[in-house]
Nanobody
Framework: EIQLVESGGGLVQTGGSLRLSCAASGFTFEDYAIAWFRQAPGQKREGILCLSSNGETYYTDSVKGRFTIFTDNTKSTVYLQMNSLKPEDTAVYYC??????????????????WGRGTQVTVSS
C-alpha cells in the first residue's frame, strides 16, 4: 500500500523558512513523479513543484528562487524547503506521487496518491 505522510508545517513570520517532509512507503521513487501541491482557502489545489523520475524539476513561477524540492532516497522522504516565505504562501501543503516514467506532471488529475496535508501559515 502506497502511503505519503507530510510533516513540518506550522506558523512562521514573513521572510522565514520552513522545511516540509513527506515520508513515502509502499513504492520507490524510480519511475514515480513526486510533487508538492498547495491549497489556500477558497482556492483550487495547485501544483507548485514536481520532481520527475528522470530528475527533471518544475517550479511554478510564484515559488521559483524560494522553494526547492529534493529527496533522500535512503529515507524514502521528499522534502520541500521553503525560504523567504510570504503571507500568500499560506495554504495546506500536500505531497503527491504517481507512477510516471515520462517526465514532469503538475496537474491534480495526474496523481493518485496523496498525503493528508500539512498547514503552513505565514504571518505578516
Amino acid at each position: 500500500e502506497i502511503q505519503l505522510v507530510e510533516s513540518g508545517g506550522g506558523l512562521v513570520q514573513t521572510g522565514g523558512s520552513l522545511r516540509l517532509s513527506c515520508a513515502a512507503s509502499g513504492f520507490t521513487f524510480e519511475d514515480y513523479a513526486i510533487a508538492w501541491f498547495r491549497q489556500a482557502p477558497g482556492q483550487k489545489r495547485e501544483g507548485i513543484l514536481c520532481l520527475s523520475s528522470n530528475g527533471e524539476t518544475y517550479y511554478t513561477d510564484s515559488v521559483k528562487g524560494r522553494f526547492t524540492i529534493f529527496t533522500d532516497n535512503t529515507k524514502s522522504t521528499v522534502y520541500l524547503q521553503m525560504n523567504s516565505l510570504k503571507p500568500e504562501d499560506t495554504a495546506v501543503y500536500y505531497c503527491a506521487a504517481d507512477h510516471n516514467p515520462f517526465g514532469i506532471a503538475t496537474l491534480y488529475a495526474q496523481y493518485n496518491y496523496w498525503g493528508r496535508g500539512t498547514q503552513v501559515t505565514v504571518s505578516s
